[in-house]
């Protein structure tokens, strides 16, 4: 015997939809429509029609209350049972018609003055048919073997190491590991990796950093030059920038060593970058905010969000004669189902719109004036005043985004921890991430910033924070030390 906690499937489905981003919570909807045949999607040109012919022909009904879903006045919710006589169709079909004008005038009000027109639409598909894959690394390399002069033999070598180039352009394996792994002789796999090698883009099928520069250098005929040397005897230096050093074994002069290095920097260190597939990723704001005079306008993104209702089709089903006991429960089953489906996810919608502008109303000077602005936030705070708990308000902002004045950010960047000021204001990590990124973007390269001068800068600034702290924020900003940011 053992006491666990279970989550009912309900709750389960409620949390899910509310964790869920815009595209996965339309994936989840598309499976409920499949499962639940008593739920079908109205589309905004249906709903129009639809809109259109309800004030026509019928009294427009009282808006819906916005805290419960209009799906709810079919069922009693308090015993989720028929509210009339088990076989009164009539009156469950008059409640039905009641409750579709509602839902039609409460969508008309919310999601169709932001549904995209149909000329919109068109572009936007157009859009998606036009995008075409591009051609691999291993596949341009391919094509080049077969244009090659490679003897018949040596083409299935060719084959084998470019199937060991990596996307970034280098062999990911030595030349006597590819002879031991295949047994062809080494100085067979080297005669055709040079080949490879002269293949486009420069530098391609180098097996570290130095020898893909080297191949750049050597196919722009620049081997007689200071950069080649450089690459070439000091290497490590050169990672490591030290210019003195690299000076005095030249026995030239540090500006020359440093005009040099410039120029090695222009090189490209990955030559497969070019065909490095497109992994941006893009989003679909949940949340927008726009400026409407001196107050910000918060609303959710209702137009990627599929309407439902519940069909009108079950009612031949039921007031059929022949229609038995175990076929209408499973309709009401299902249309309880659906109920539920319909409230959760108005319940998202309006968790979210709450959490949002809770948000806005606390960053209001980061909408104005950008990250330099930016104040600490924690979930407890928000959670507070909404009146949910702080696990509720972290599913509801993971994965979304908020489209603002400022740009498009994850609803999660607005929770920062944050340091007290010399005055006792409030101030973000964030917005001290961004002053020191702009403090050493503005140095002097002949005399960059040190982390303690950092510190003293910032101190002028009424911001007192340890010189570990300035280290740590430099090293989550992928910034260098001061030592390997010099130019001399």
């Known amino acids: 015997m053992a006491l666990s906690q279970v989550l009912a499937p309900q709750l389960q489905q409620s949390l899910a939809l509310l ?116 051609t691999s690394l291993q596949e341009h390399l391919l094509e080049q073997v077969r244009l090659s002069d490679l003897a018949p033999e040596q083409r299935p070598v060719a084959e084998m190491i470019v199937g060991n180039i990596d996307e970034h352009g280098y062999l990911q394996h030595g030349v006597d590991d590819l002879a031991f792994s295949t047994n062809i002789p080494a100085d067979k796999v080297m005669e055709v990796l040079r080949v490879v090698q002269s293949f486009h883009p420069p530098g391609i099928g180098a097996r570290n950093l130095r020898e893909c520069l080297l191949l750049q250098l050597e196919r722009a005929e620049r081997k007689d030059t200071l950069e080649y040397r450089i690459v070439d005897e000091y290497m490590d230096a050169l990672g490591k920038r030290r210019i003195p050093e690299i000076a005095r074994g030249l026995n030239l002069s540090v500006e020359e060593v440093q005009e040099a290095v410039e120029r090695i920097g222009h090189m490209e260190p990955r030559p497969g970058r070019e065909f490095l597939p497109d992994n941006q990723q893009y989003v679909v704001p949940e949340i927008f905010v726009q400026k409407a005079g001196e107050d910000y306008v918060v609303h959710t993104n209702n137009d990627q969000v599929p309407h439902l209702r519940i069909s009108n089709t079950y009612k031949d089903i039921m007031a059929q004669p022949d229609s038995t006991t175990e076929v209408r429960e499973y309709i009401r089953d299902k249309i309880r189902a659906g109920k539920f489906l ?74 920062t921890s944050g340091i007290k000021t010399a005055s006792g204001v409030g101030l973000s990590n964030t917005s001290v991430k961004d002053m020191i ?52």
């Not at 009156?91 to 018609?97: D, G, S, V, W």
């Not at 002949?446 to 924070?465: N, T």
């Open 342 to 415: 319909i409230k959760s996810l108005h319940q998202r919608q309006q968790t979210i719109l709450n959490i949002a502008k809770e948000i806005v109303n606390r960053q209001r000077e980061f909408m104005e004036h950008g990250v330099s602005r930016l104040k600490p936030l924690t979930m407890v705070q928000v959670a507070e005043v909404v009146g949910v708990h702080e696990t509720t308000v972290s599913r509801a902002v993971s994965g979304k985004y908020m489209q603002t004045p400022q740009g498009v950010f994850e609803m999660k960047y607005f929770f």
């Open 437 to 488: 990124s702009e403090m050493i973007e503005n140095e002097d390269p002949s005399k960059p910033l040190s982390d303690e001068e950092i510190v003293k800068l910032l101190s002028q600034k009424e911001i007192v924070i340890a010189r570990r702290t300035v280290a740590k924020y430099r090293s989550e900003l992928n910034i260098l030390p001061s030592h390997l940011r010099k130019v001399y």
């Open 19 to 134: 964790q869920a981003p815009t595209l996965e919570l339309k994936a989840l909807i598309e499976q409920e429509l499949q499962q639940n045949p008593v739920l079908e999607e109205v589309l905004a040109t249906e709903g129009e029609q639809e809109l259109k012919t309800g004030r026509e022909n019928e009294q427009p009904a009282e808006p819906p209350d916005p805290s419960e879903p209009p799906a709810d006045v079919t069922f009693d919710p308090a015993t989720e049972k028929p509210s009339g006589p088990v076989d009164d169709f009539q009156a469950e079909f008059e409640r039905l018609a009641q409750m579709d004008q509602e839902w039609r005038e409460h969508f008309a009000q919310t999601n169709l003055p932001s549904r995209r027109s149909q000329e919109d639409e068109e572009k936007r598909q157009f859009m998606f048919d036009s995008l075409v894959a591009g």
